[in-house]
């Protein structure tokens, strides 16, 4: 590892913090000499190059090549500014990142060089001391140094999932490739206790981890999937009432929320551990039947009166309706003059919302929230339920294998971030009520990662969703949860979010916006880096934070099943014969039942 001739490139001139610009010597004939073999390039930027101080190496990555690396205090000598510009193509700036001590290599610098220091290259054993793994239990492989296939590139696990992650790149980029690379290693590493939940918009990954993974989709058809239920009583209020058309003043709102209250508090007492009435809200997580409260409100928007704002003379039925099936109680018509029956006075002008409400209830979309198998509540028993919320999240995070995978590509697009939100916000609460036991948190760490964030992370929205990986980006880490933001719009990322993340995967990507963002959330002395994005090839990326001991420029090992993309491939099927127009037929009559095929259960039935 000692320095000689033939790694001497030049002297340090000017020193400024922990930036440094050098000067190359004229005796450096080749930017790319061979040593002992090998042949190393000068002067490229990401490389590294290190300074002798005695016993002590320091290290810096090379950030600026060329005229514009000049010192600024030389630029400003006009007598001499003339004579440097033609000997521009000689100077590097660099930002100063380590240094080895003995064997060892720690980030950070204790001894800065001074001016006239030698500078050297960065030779093959210098880089496998600088990224090889300290601790191999606690460190996964992912691929290789681009300059140097032979050195496998590490990240620490611990710092990975702790301190959060984002892997970002643009479309095309390798950034769904990278994902299964990293959890992968995971998985089939010596963590017995791993829990990973995926949360995936586009059912991309299905395929790719099986055999150490369980898949939770709505109306699951393939073998091994289960089924994804996520129930409508578990949402937060708001969310709860987003997914139905129509809009409520706040008056209306309030009288919704306090329905909702009263069935919650009634149905408390069926739950196995009753909690105190005065701690229950409308947010609460309390089974109730929404289609019960359905028709309770129905019926009481439509009854009649014999008399004028007389409640008790409520007129007799003319047909009875069921709450199981949604079919409203049948009252004599309000006359439409001064004359018996009357309306309801007390009514309060919301039957627009409840149509719309019940529309909502009977599209089959929606049975995997409505109607969600063993948690759907019993309208006759006001909430009972066979299930309660702790056999859900144990089957999701509770199972053998490392890898959950709720795949929402059946999901509406319109209620995505709700749903989305309320999943990774169901799973946080439970680990931070549970930290102090062994299923909590800091005894069995949880990784959500969070494919195509930006779908439901939308910059500036106050959504469930939002607020949620908020919450866990700033305290997660204190109750054992991390996060793994994978998206090919950086831009539209929640800023809060990205800022949280303490390791960066940027992988290639050409729009201003999104390298802009991934400037802002790495080493600020190193936002030189960011011009190399566009030029990256497909599967190589700068990781740069806690992950890893330096920013440094791999290339992600490719796995044979990575995921491919869900478009059509226009190019085979259009290649095809043309089918049957009979087909249209079909199309219109499975829009009119709101199925996507007949295969799917039917459900609420109107009898």
Same mark, same amino acid.
């Given at each position: 590892?000692?320095?000689?001739?033939?790694?001497?490139?030049?002297?340090?001139?000017?020193?400024?913090?922990?930036?440094?610009?050098?000067?190359?010597?004229?005796?450096?004939?080749?930017?790319?000499?061979?040593?002992?073999?090998?042949?190393?390039?000068?002067?490229?930027?990401?490389?590294?190059?290190?300074?002798?101080?005695?016993?002590?190496?320091?290290?810096?990555?090379?950030?600026?090549?060329?005229?514009?690396?000049?010192?600024?205090?030389?630029?400003?000598?006009?007598?001499?500014?003339?004579?440097?510009?033609?000997?521009?193509?000689?100077?590097?700036?660099?930002?100063?990142?380590?240094?080895?001590?003995?064997?060892?290599?720690?980030?950070?610098?204790?001894?800065?060089?001074?001016?006239?220091?030698?500078?050297?290259?960065?030779?093959?054993?210098?880089?496998?001391?600088?990224?090889?793994?300290?601790?191999?239990?606690?460190?996964?492989?992912?691929?290789?140094?681009?300059?140097?296939?032979?050195?496998?590139?590490?990240?620490?696990?611990?710092?990975?999932?702790?301190?959060?992650?984002?892997?970002?790149?643009?479309?095309?980029?390798?950034?769904?490739?990278?994902?299964?690379?990293?959890?992968?290693?995971?998985?089939?590493?010596?963590?017995?206790?791993?829990?990973?939940?995926?949360?995936?918009?586009?059912?991309?990954?299905?395929?790719?981890?099986?055999?150490?993974?369980?898949?939770?989709?709505?109306?699951?058809?393939?073998?091994?999937?289960?089924?994804?239920?996520?129930?409508?009583?578990?949402?937060?209020?708001?969310?709860?009432?987003?997914?139905?058309?129509?809009?409520?003043?706040?008056?209306?709102?309030?009288?919704?929320?306090?329905?909702?209250?009263?069935?919650?508090?009634?149905?408390?007492?069926?739950?196995?551990?009753?909690?105190?009435?005065?701690?229950?809200?409308?947010?609460?997580?309390?089974?109730?039947?929404?289609?019960?409260?359905?028709?309770?409100?129905?019926?009481?928007?439509?009854?009649?009166?014999?008399?004028?704002?007389?409640?008790?003379?409520?007129?007799?039925?003319?047909?009875?309706?069921?709450?199981?099936?949604?079919?409203?109680?049948?009252?004599?018509?309000?006359?439409?003059?001064?004359?018996?029956?009357?309306?309801?006075? *007390? %009514?309060?002008?919301?039957? #627009?919302?409840?149509? $719309?409400?019940?529309?909502? =209830?009977?599209? @089959? /979309?929606? +049975?995997? &929230?409505?109607?969600?198998?063993?948690?759907?509540?019993?309208?006759?028993?006001?909430?009972?339920?066979?299930?309660?919320?702790?056999?859900?999240?144990?089957?999701?995070?509770?199972?053998?294998?490392?890898?959950?995978?709720?795949?929402?590509?059946?999901?509406?697009?319109?209620?995505?971030?709700?749903?989305?939100?309320?999943?990774?916000?169901?799973?946080?609460?439970?680990?931070?009520?549970?930290?102090?036991?062994?299923?909590?948190?800091?005894?069995?760490?949880?990784?959500?990662?969070?494919?195509?964030?930006?779908?439901?992370?939308?910059?500036?929205?106050?959504?469930?969703?939002?607020?949620?990986? *908020? %919450?866990?980006?700033?305290? #997660?880490?204190?109750? $054992?949860?991390?996060?793994? =933001?994978?998206? @090919? /719009?950086? +831009?539209? &990322?929640?800023?809060?979010?990205?800022?949280?993340?303490?390791?960066?995967?940027?992988?290639?990507?050409?729009?201003?916006?999104?390298?802009?963002?991934?400037?802002?959330?790495?080493?600020?002395?190193?936002?030189?880096?960011?011009?190399?994005?566009?030029?990256?090839?497909?599967?190589?990326?700068?990781?740069?934070?806690?992950?890893?001991?330096?920013?440094?420029?791999?290339?992600?090992?490719?796995?044979?099943?990575?995921?491919?993309?869900?478009?059509?491939?226009?190019?085979?099927?259009?290649?095809?014969?043309?089918?049957?127009?009979?087909?249209?037929?079909?199309?219109?009559?499975?829009?009119?039942?709101?199925?996507?095929?007949?295969?799917?259960?039917?459900?609420?039935?109107?009898?």
């Amino acid at each position: 590892m000692g320095c000689d001739n033939q790694t001497f490139i030049g002297k340090i001139k000017n020193v400024s913090g922990n930036k440094i610009s050098v000067r190359l010597d004229e005796r450096v004939k080749s930017m790319m000499p061979i040593i002992d073999g090998i042949v190393y390039r000068v002067g490229q930027i990401g490389s590294f190059i290190k300074i002798p101080l005695g016993y002590t190496h320091v290290f810096a990555i090379i950030t600026q090549i060329g005229a514009d690396a000049i010192p600024e205090s030389l630029r400003l000598n006009h007598e001499q500014i003339e004579k440097e510009m033609d000997y521009g193509t000689r100077w590097l700036s660099a930002v100063l990142i380590g240094e080895r001590v003995g064997t060892k290599f720690e980030r950070g610098v204790l001894q800065i060089p001074s001016s006239d220091d030698d500078v050297h290259l960065v030779t093959k054993e210098d880089l496998s001391m600088i990224y090889g793994s300290e601790d191999g239990s606690k460190s996964i492989t992912i691929g290789h140094i681009s300059n140097s296939e032979s050195l496998p590139a590490y990240v620490d696990i611990d710092k990975l999932v702790s301190r959060h992650c984002a892997v970002l790149g643009a479309t095309g980029s390798g950034k769904s490739n990278a994902v299964s690379v990293i959890l992968k290693e995971i998985a089939l590493g010596d963590f017995k206790s791993a829990r990973i939940l995926l949360i995936d918009p586009h059912g991309e990954y299905n395929n790719i981890f099986k055999g150490y993974s369980k898949v939770f989709r709505v109306n699951a058809k393939e073998v091994g999937e289960e089924e994804l239920n996520i129930p409508y009583w578990a949402l937060p209020f708001n969310e709860l009432m987003k997914i139905f058309p129509g809009e409520l003043n706040d008056k209306k709102e309030d009288y919704f929320r306090q329905e909702i209250l009263k069935r919650k508090i009634s149905a408390a007492k069926y739950l196995e551990h009753i909690p105190r009435e005065e701690t229950i809200t409308s947010d609460s997580p309390i089974p109730f039947s929404i289609n019960q409260l359905w028709f309770d409100l129905d019926d009481f928007e439509k009854q009649t009166h014999e008399k004028s704002r007389q409640p008790e003379s409520k007129m007799t039925l003319i047909k009875k309706g069921n709450a199981e099936n949604l079919v409203s109680n049948e009252y004599p018509p309000a006359s439409s003059g001064s004359g018996s029956p009357f309306i309801n006075f *007390q %009514a309060q002008g919301i039957q #627009g919302f409840l149509d $719309g409400m019940r529309n909502r =209830l009977v599209d @089959q /979309r929606y +049975s995997f &929230l409505f109607n969600p198998g063993e948690w759907t509540p019993e309208a006759s028993l006001e909430g009972k339920i066979k299930k309660d919320l702790d056999k859900l999240i144990e089957g999701w995070i509770g199972h053998d294998k490392p890898i959950t995978i709720l795949d929402l590509s059946g999901i509406p697009s319109e209620m995505m971030m709700s749903i989305a939100g309320t999943l990774i916000k169901i799973v946080y609460d439970c680990l931070f009520w549970g930290q102090n036991l062994q299923v909590g948190g800091r005894q069995q760490p949880l990784l959500f990662v969070l494919e195509e964030a930006h779908n439901y992370l939308k910059s500036g929205e106050n959504s469930v969703a939002s607020r949620t990986v *908020q %919450a866990i980006a700033k305290e #997660g880490r204190k109750y $054992g949860v991390g996060l793994l =933001l994978a998206t @090919q /719009r950086a +831009s539209e &990322l929640d800023e809060t979010v990205l800022s949280q993340c303490g390791t960066v995967v940027a992988l290639r990507m050409t729009n201003n916006g999104d390298k802009s963002k991934v400037a802002g959330a790495i080493q600020q002395d190193l936002d030189n880096m960011i011009s190399l994005l566009p030029s990256l090839r497909t599967g190589e990326a700068i990781i740069s934070g806690e992950a890893v001991k330096i920013p440094c420029r791999i290339k992600f090992d490719k796995i044979p099943d990575a995921p491919k993309s869900s478009d059509p491939k226009v190019s085979v099927e259009w290649k095809k014969e043309k089918p049957s127009n009979e087909g249209y037929s079909k199309v219109i009559s499975l829009w009119r039942s709101g199925r996507l095929s007949d295969n799917e259960k039917e459900t609420n039935k109107e009898e």
